[in-house]
Nanobody, 126 residues
Framework: QVQLVESGGGSVQAGGSLRLSCAASGYTNKNYHIGWFRQAPGKEREGVAAIATDGTTSYAGSVKGRFTISKDNAKNILYLQMNSLKPEDTGMYYC????????????????????WGQGTQVTVSS
């Protein structure tokens, strides 16, 4: 059974940094596309960053150049390094995974993932 557990959220001032972690169990990273998503109150869940099985990364335009997604295949941990945080980055951050069967996949589309963690809250104050 696939399980994803996020950690590392917190409250920071604008301009600060946080590193989120997602510990995965029940699968091997190399067979799954994995990504980070966020949801602010009253808004839809949106894709932040994703990393494919071949290591290709994708980023939302709003975070490109500030956030970095990476994974440690040996430890089965996904990371999201967030720098130069802005108040608009506030939200619940989720990691997600999908087994790669082949075919089309939209890295930042939450509907293309079927395993989700419980989320970790990130609050950025101005």
């Amino acid at each position: 059974q696939v399980q994803l557990v996020e950690s590392g959220g917190g409250s920071v001032q604008a301009g600060g940094s946080l590193r989120l972690s997602c510990a995965a169990s029940g699968y091997t990273n190399k067979n799954y596309h994995i990504g980070w998503f966020r949801q602010a109150p009253g808004k839809e869940r949106e894709g932040v960053a994703a990393i494919a099985t071949d290591g290709t990364t994708s980023y939302a335009g709003s975070v490109k150049g500030r956030f970095t997604i990476s994974k440690d295949n040996a430890k089965n941990i996904l990371y999201l390094q967030m720098n130069s945080l802005k108040p608009e980055d506030t939200g619940m951050y989720y990691c997600a995974a999908v087994y790669w069967h082949g075919g089309s996949w939209q890295p930042l589309n939450p509907h293309d993932y079927n395993y989700w963690g419980q989320g970790t809250q990130v609050t950025v104050s101005s």
